[in-house]
């Protein structure tokens, strides 16, 4: 299935900004961060479709995973 | 003898009041600068530093800034512009928590640090500093750490809470005493060239969402540290959003979140 997905701030260091991917019907959330080499902890907010998501989450065809770091300085 | 609103109204030009006559009522009549600020936009007028405030902001706008109370809850990178901006605004409470001395890594992005002034409390140096610019205002300098135990007594008063804390943990806690004491609180938090504002009213509960995973102290300010202009900019919307809630105007991010980075220019807005 196909499944886009955007990174946002330094997530995007080394990896890409929007890119679009194929993944095994049934992949969550958390096997996409895993093929990235994405951690939980630098996952702070993850979003499907403009709605919350966690990593346990379930993707199918043509859902949009946005996902940002923790941001925490002042 | 003349009434103090009779001075002024004799006095006004052009519906402003110029600080020369503000500093002569506040002698003459034995008041405090804010007493005779007051006095002032209760009458219509506007003090004449706020003249180009003024197609933006009417006498009565303006004296509901000044009936505001903020509390900003840290003074390093984004406290301080959130101080300067709000005092210039001329909203007239400001309390100032902040635990820490100023330290030359400060001297990059801090507003109010000076090579004279390394060692000292960043929240006294901010009252001498908000004094200078506008003695209409009153500011309450606290050196001491915004916790859950001291929380709700220094906040109690305020009308908004303005997070400028450097640490995710705190960040929570500050959360849940405005929650508790029914206070809506801005949100901002930068590192490198990325910053992410938002606005919660009490029962929203977005700040806790923001971070719900996140055990940590730091984010990534931790690899990247923070820049100059990435804390003007959020602080500056931390303001914007402030302003709006005080005097109960426009639309904020309430229920959103913004994430700015300046790397590629990009402003993304989420809800939550």
Known sequence: M?????????LRKDRFAVDDFDYQEGATVGHILASLNISEEEAAIIFINARHGEPDSPLKEGDLLAIFPPVGGG | M???????????ENGLIHLSIQTWAVQNFGLTFPAVEEAILELNLLP???QRNQRSLSCRQQLSLFRGKVAVIGCG??????????ARLGVGHITVIDPDNYEEHNLNRQLFSKVDNLGQPKAAVAAVRIKEVNPAVTIVPVQDAFTSRNGSVLIEKVDVVADALDSIPRRLELAEVCEKCDIPLVHGSVGGWYGQVTTQFPGEYTLQKIYSRHSGERGIEKDLGNLSFVVAMLASIEVAEIVKILLGEGSTLRGKMLSLNLLDTEFTEITF
Do not use: D, N, Q, W
Not at chain 2, 77 to 86: A, K, M
């Open chain 2, 77 to 86: 990178g984004l406290g301080c512009y959130i101080i300067e901006e709000l």
């Open chain 2, 2 to 12: 003349e009434s103090l609103k009779e001075c002024l109204l004799a006095r006004a």
């Open chain 2, 48 to 50: 004449a530093r706020y």
């Open chain 1, 2 to 10: 196909k499944v886009t997905v955007k990174l946002f701030a330094s």
